[in-house]
């Protein structure tokens, strides 16, 4: 099978979308095995002790049934392990056995990634089948977001479609680190998470201001233009 790789800033959906494609395939029983750089070089210290836990791993996946492995932050994966005395990297190992298609493989990285991987291994995106999420606009994250408040589990209750066009606001112009819909969906949870914590049975803007300023650091006051 042709391995994947998702190209999307945090927070544009690239593990929901993962989640949901594979609850189309239908099977319950696939499951997702997470390994990055840092898991495969942990306790290896030489090049032959990398190349044996690569071939252990591809091994095991090979034998195992329905199961997909996903590496995170893609471009440092395929560049770990690269060194003045070894030039040989993760990915030089790796990628053979990838392209063989010996075992379902997802990768997941940012733009920026993908513009690293186009200047220094143009070839390697070939073997690839690339899927590109775009963020979502304030309107339609918005409209996401309530989605998700509505079917989530209580408590609290469901929050006022006021405080969520707030929340939206809160998100865009304060928690950039990540893209629509996920900033936004992040701040209701934390929000939801504090409400819980306080026995809280709905939110007020109050709360949402309390809730943006520990995250953020800004103080209440930039934050409440009713001051």
Known sequence: CRPV??????????????????????????????????????????????????????????????IVWLAPSFEAFLFAGRHSMNPTSLGDLLLPMLSEGQFP???????SGVDLLMRTKPALLNLFEVVRLEPLSEKAGLALARSWDRQRPGPPEPFHDSLLTEASH????????HASPGSLIMLLKQL???????????????????????????????????E
Request: glycine share 8%; hydrophobic share 35%.
């Open 5 to 66: 790789l998702i190209v999307g800033p945090a927070g544009s959906g690239r593990r929901t979308l993962i989640r949901s494609t594979l609850r189309t395939l239908g099977s319950p029983q696939w499951r997702i095995w997470e390994a990055g750089q840092l898991e495969l070089m942990a306790g290896q210290s030489y090049l032959g002790q990398i190349e044996e836990k690569v071939r252990q791993v591809v091994h095991e996946l090979t034998r195992a049934k329905q």
């Open 105 to 111: 493989f997802l990768a997941v990285t940012e733009p």
């Open 192 to 226: 939801q998470r504090n409400l819980v914590r306080t026995g809280s049975s709905q939110a007020t803007l109050d709360d949402l201001i309390t809730c943006v300023a520990t995250q953020t650091g800004l103080p209440k006051s930039i934050l409440d233009d009713r």
């Open 170 to 177: 809160f998100a865009q112009q304060y928690l950039g680190d």
